[in-house]
Structures are given as structure tokens and as C-alpha cells.
């Protein structure tokens, strides 16, 4: 289907590439100031309500939920064993998805991996094609980054602080908080701050009786901070508040939009006001520079259908692509002057890259629960977050920095505790009678931004459309198996401390990429030689070229990363935009 | 259930998938003569049970086919059901997927224990 003809002739304020959080936060806050945007997403406009279809039973699916069998998606032994690019070894499957497009309802918008290869270091890479990225499927836990973490090399020397404080970022969290819906319990934590919550959700009783469990050991379980509007937003007509359908949790979107999207919370409000083109299928594959001047002076794009190319020209290029597709723009966009890439003069494109490392957690039951009645558990955004609490005042002895918990209990459509022992009638009466029972929680960890993890350009592999690939450099270190370890050990003694009966402790740690929280390919500071952008995430070599998503993060904390790269964008954008006022841009 | 796994199986592009079953189903067949002299299905229902209890409470001896094979009939049979009708109205009694005002919690109702 040909795209709408855009008008690709007229010079544009600003050029988005990248339509996820970071590029619809983007549209929004220049399209506010009254800028002329272009946005280019690689993928297509999906009719998203039709895809997500968030409340029909499994049983009305032709395949019960699951993938059809002509596709397959990754599993945790499959990326052990296997090395990217993952298309060979799985020839019989049409489509091959990462272990996240395990379900009829991702299918069209989780990534085809043959399509979109990369070669290198094991790496779980999920990415989402289509308008909105990935905040179409996200998990929703929306949590903000404290000093504890923008300061953490002055708390414990290692690696860089950021070039921001959180006093700088507060007012912009506060924005995003009231213009998007966030959900939560104010618990004046220094480590954690609070949002500017909505109506929270509910603790389930096994859920409160851990919260009670850990108390005494000073630690701190709350309600699932949600990026989802429990009490509706006045100004947007395009989402509903939160009904508890709990669908959220069991497929991955929320087509109510209750639960926050980029195009649904930011980029229709933005086209409304008539400053915003969107352009979909769009490709971009390099920033074209002004030879004269060392400035961008636009895009180069591929449509991603026909196959044609195009140029775009604008005063200022924002790149949004997500971490990973960002810094592989970058480096995509070589020229006499930048022959390592634009943006790229400190060689750190690609570098520092960092995430979160999964894995170890625990399950149990709550032994007062077993046998009663059948519950509703599930009808909300989420369970809870038990939050950090290590290296805060104390150092610990074996590893520096943090982690949190995520997790949640009770019944579920989907009963857990199906890998209970027997079969028949026995079996049956053992999985009903635990399933209100049951509660489980996984950590996410800090993963230290290293140099020496890193992605750069795959010399041969190319993707479907001819651009050059990227190949991974990047592995867990010591710290992080040393966290790991100790997340196991405190995840068994918080439940034990609950008085729950554990059923299962993991020390697994998961394939690098699970937590798909990837960070820090082109950071911020104030040096020149070690940083890639300013505070304003402005490319330090080229002034008018910014870069506003995950990639721009110093280190990655242990907080989920998308309600900080938002508020971070929304500063840059507004920096932006009176730059160009005032012509310094 | 039957006709879940028999979709699954008929469109399934994994040979060693349907490999599995059909060795699976011939070796319990062997293991059923073996004990009660009887094919599988011939076999009186205890005789069924008392076969398929050895298989169950020797699941982690999965270099033998025919443990692998009731892992996995097992896996299908266990989707199938809590995803059917039955499974999840009948059985689980279950109460979400519905437009909620508001979720009831634990503070509502007063601690569950503590
Ligand atoms: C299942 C799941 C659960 C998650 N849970 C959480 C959570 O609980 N909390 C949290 O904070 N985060 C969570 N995340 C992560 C969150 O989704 C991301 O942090 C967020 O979407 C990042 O926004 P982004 O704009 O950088 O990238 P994306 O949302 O990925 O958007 C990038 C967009 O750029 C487009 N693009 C890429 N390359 C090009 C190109 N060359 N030209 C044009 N367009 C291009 C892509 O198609 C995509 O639409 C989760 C993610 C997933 C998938
Ligand atoms: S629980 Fe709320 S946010 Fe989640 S799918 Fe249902 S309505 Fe959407």
C-alpha cells in the first residue's frame, strides 16, 4: 500500500526519526511550541485495536492465544545455544520472533528477526516496528531515577554522574506524570521519588501479608507504579481510564489505551494541532550533513514498502530510533567530515552500552490462601514493586549498585503452578486449590556501563532493505553475577521472612537483552572526549542534531528507563526549541 | 482436548515434533504390553493409571522417549484444558476479563493474615 503523499519538498523545523516514547514525547513538546515537524517511523500505522484485542477468551482464537504455526519465537535454551544472526536452524518457521512475540497478539508487531538480522554476542534484541514502538506492548512500571543514581559516581567512583541533577529533571517528570497518567502510593523515598499519582491500584492480601513480612527488615514493597491513567485525562479524547481488565499483564497491550502508548497519549494530540506530519514505512538509513557548515541537514530514507528513496531536509534532526537502532544510525551516517559516524568525534557511538540484568527470583505460596474460594487478582495494571535496598546506606561487600523486584499474586486467567507433579483429577485439584495462592517476583539489576560493551556495524550483514547491521560486543561482567547471586539469596530470605511456602528459587540469570532496557550508546557529559551529547542531549559535535531516547542515559540504575527518557526529552525539546528561536541551532 | 493436540500436531511444521509423538505413543503401547499385556488402550483404566504414575514420577529421566513424550502430552494437555471454555469458567471459576469500577483489595477486606 503506497504511502500518503507527505510533502517531502519544504524545508521542516524539525525531523523526528522514531515514533516510540522518545519520538512521540518529541512531536508533542515541539509541535507545542508551535514547530513544523516531520516524524518518520520504520513501520506501519497498525490498525492496533484489531492486533491487541485485549479481552477475547483463548478459546475464541484460532490458536488459542499462541503463535500460528508457521511462526516461532525464541526460547531462553534457544538463545544459549544459538548465535545471531538466529534465521539459520530455523528454516521450517516463517517468522521467526524474539522470545517476546510468543503470542497472535505481537505477531505483526514484534520484528521478523530474518528481516532485521544482527551478528555477534548472544543478545534476547526485542524490537517493535510499527507506529508507537514499543510502548504498544510495554510492561508499564513507570518509575523515576533519583541523585542516587545521576550522582552515583560520587557516591561510589565508579563510571561517570550524569551532567543533570534530579532537582534539574523534577519539574519535567512532574509534566510527564500529569500529561500521560501514572499510578502509584507516595512513599517518600529518597532513592525512588514519587510521581504525581493517580488513583493507585490495590495490594492482593498475599501481597500485603510480604509488604508486612519485610517491613521489619526496613524494606519496602508499594503498588506497581503504572504508566496507565486510573482517573482518565481531561485533555486527551483518545484514551479511557483504566476498567481493570487486567489484560495488560496476559498479552502485552491495553487497546483502551488506558495504559499509555505514544500515539495514542502523544503523537493524535500532536497531529492535532496541525504542526505534526507523520510519515510510516519510512526507513531512515543515514543523516545527511551540510558539507559546508558540518550541520545535519536532514534524512535519508527508504520506504520500507516500494523501496524508493528519499530525501527530507530540516533545520534540526531528532533521533529517536530506540538505543540500539540510534546508535547504529549514527554510525550509518558517515561522511568526509565524519568518517566515524556523525556525532561520533569521541569514538563513544556504541560504547557504554548498558541494561538491566533478570533472572534470579522466587515463587511461593501464602499458606492462608490455599483452598479458599476463587478470587479476581488480576483485574488491574500490575502487582507490585518491592524497591532497592542495596548499597544505599550501607556498601555491600561483593557488588556496587542496585536492584528492585517486580512481581504480583494470585489468580490468573492462565492458573500458575501448572508444573506441579501427576496428572488426572489429582493434578486438577492441586492447581485450583493454589491458585490464589501463589505469588512470585522477579529482580531487575543495574548493569555497569562499560567501554568494552559495545555495538558498531556488521561489515557484510545487511538488513532486508540493504543497511548495514549491527553486531554486538556485550556481556555481563563479575558485578553482575555477583548481584545475581545475592538477588536469589534475598528474594528466598524476604518470602521466608513473609512466612511464605516457597515452591521455587531461580539463580538463572537470563540472556543478555531480557529485560529490553537497553541503555547509554551515545551518553550525555560535559566532556567532548568521553560523551557523544550534552545535558540538553545535543550532539556536542553537530548543533543541531539531538538525540533524545534510552541511548543518551550515563548508567542504566535499576529503574525501568521510560518515564525518565521521556521527561529527559521533554527538557531537551523545549532547550530545542528556544535555540532555534533564537538562532543558535 | 483430543481435538486441541490433533490441530497443533496437523499443522505443525516440526517433524521432531510429530517424530515424538509417534514414537511416544508406540512405546507407551510397548511399555503397556510389557506390564499388563495389553495395548495402551485395551488396557482397564487402573492399568492406564498405574502406567502413566510411572511415567509421571520419572519426569526428569528425559533422555527416554517416551518420559519426553508425556512431558510434553502432558505441556499440550495442560495448555489445552486452561484454555478451553471448561478449563477456565468451570474449573478455575475464574473472574476477570471483565470491565471492573474498581479492583477490590486487600485493605478492603481486611488483612488476609498477619
Ligand atoms: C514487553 C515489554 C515490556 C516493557 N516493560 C517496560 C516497563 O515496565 N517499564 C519501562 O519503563 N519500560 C518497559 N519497556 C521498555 C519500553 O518499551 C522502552 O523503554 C520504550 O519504548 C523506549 O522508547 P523509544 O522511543 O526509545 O523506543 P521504541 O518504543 O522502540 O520506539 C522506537 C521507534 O523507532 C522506530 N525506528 C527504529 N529504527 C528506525 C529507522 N531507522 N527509521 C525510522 N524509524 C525507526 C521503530 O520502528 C520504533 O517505532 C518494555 C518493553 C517491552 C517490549
Ligand atoms: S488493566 Fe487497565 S491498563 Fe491494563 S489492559 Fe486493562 S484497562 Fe488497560
Redesign the pocket.
Known sequence: MAEPEVNLTRKYDAVI?????????AAHVLTSHGLQVLL????KKLPIEQELRSMEWPYDNAHRGFLPPDSHSMSFNEYTIRNPPYGPGFEKSKHLHSY?GSSDYLKNI??DERENPFTGTNYAW??????????????????RLSDYDFKAKTRDGYGEDWPISYGEIAPYYDKVDLYLGITGVKENLPYLPDSIFQRPTKLNCAEVTLKQGIQKMGRVLTQYRA?VTSDGLKHNKYRSRCYGRGACERK?GCDIHAAFD?PTGLIYPAMDTGNLTLRTN????EITVDPQTGKASGVH?VDSQTMKDYNVRARVVIV????L??A??LLLSKSRLYPNGVANSSGHVGHNFCEHVMGPGVAGRAKDLVGKPPTLDDGRP?GFYLTRFRNLAEKHAKFIRGYGF?GGSGSAMFPRGTDTHGFGASFKEEVRKNQGAFIGMGAFGEVLSRYENYVELDPVVKDKWG?PSLSFHYKFGDNEHRMAEDMKETAQEMFEAAGFEIVHVSSRVLTEGW???ELGTARMGNDPKTSVLNQFEQSHDVKNLFVV???AFVNASC????????ALCWRSCDYLAEELRKGNL | MADYIDQVLRESFDDNQKTLWRDGLRLIDVMSQHYHGKTFVNATPEDRIALLTVLSDHVQMTDLPEVRFFVELKRMTVTGYYTSKIGIHDELEYKGNRILKEYVGCDDQGPASS
Open positions: 526519526i522514531g515514533s516510540g516514547a522518545a519520538g512521540g514525547m518518520l517511523e520504520a513501520g517476546i514484534v520484528v526485542v524490537r517493535a516496528r510499527c507506529l508507537g514502538g514499543k510502548t504498544n506492548i510495554w510492561g508499564r512500571l513507570a518509575l504508566g502485552g505514544s519510512s526507513v531512515a538509513r530514507f529517536a530510533a530506540s538505543t537502532e540510534s547504529r544510525l500490575g517486580e543497511i529485560s529490553i532496557h531516547d534510552g541511548s529503574q525501568n528507563p521510560t518515564w525518565t527518557i521521556m
